[in-house]
Nanobody, 122 residues
């Protein structure tokens, strides 16, 4: 089992920034961020493989940056130029298998955190 604990969510005005953190209890080959807004399906935001290879959703490219500290087993998501449409519950997800590291397939990820709310007001 891998425990994931997110933090850093909050409320911000459009154009602002937030930094999310996800503390993992152990190492995994794939870890990333997903989000779910009310009435919408869960969608991938950004993922990072053990190699450091990253994938971003088109909607956040150029605004969000995913990174990880392998010593601390902590994942980050720096979110800049936030928009109201970024409002959602953000989840950290991980899987031990790198071939499951597909941003469009949240169902392939075995481990999930409880989520942290991000609210962007206009």
């Amino acid at each position: 089992q891998v425990q994931l604990v997110e933090s850093g969510g909050g409320s911000v005005q459009a154009g602002g920034s937030l930094r999310l953190s996800c503390a993992a209890s152990s190492y995994t080959d794939c870890i990333g961020w997903f989000r779910q807004a009310p009435g919408k399906e869960r969608e991938g935001v950004a993922i990072i493989k053990a190699t450091g290879f990253t994938t971003y959703a088109d909607s956040v490219k150029g605004r969000f940056t995913i990174s990880k500290d392998n010593v601390k087993n902590t994942l980050y998501l720096q979110m800049n130029s936030l928009k109201p449409e970024d409002t959602a519950m953000y989840y950290c997800a991980a899987d031990r298998r790198s071939f499951h590291c597909i941003i469009t397939s949240p169902g392939l990820f075995d481990y999930w955190g409880q989520g942290t709310q991000v609210t962007v007001s206009s």
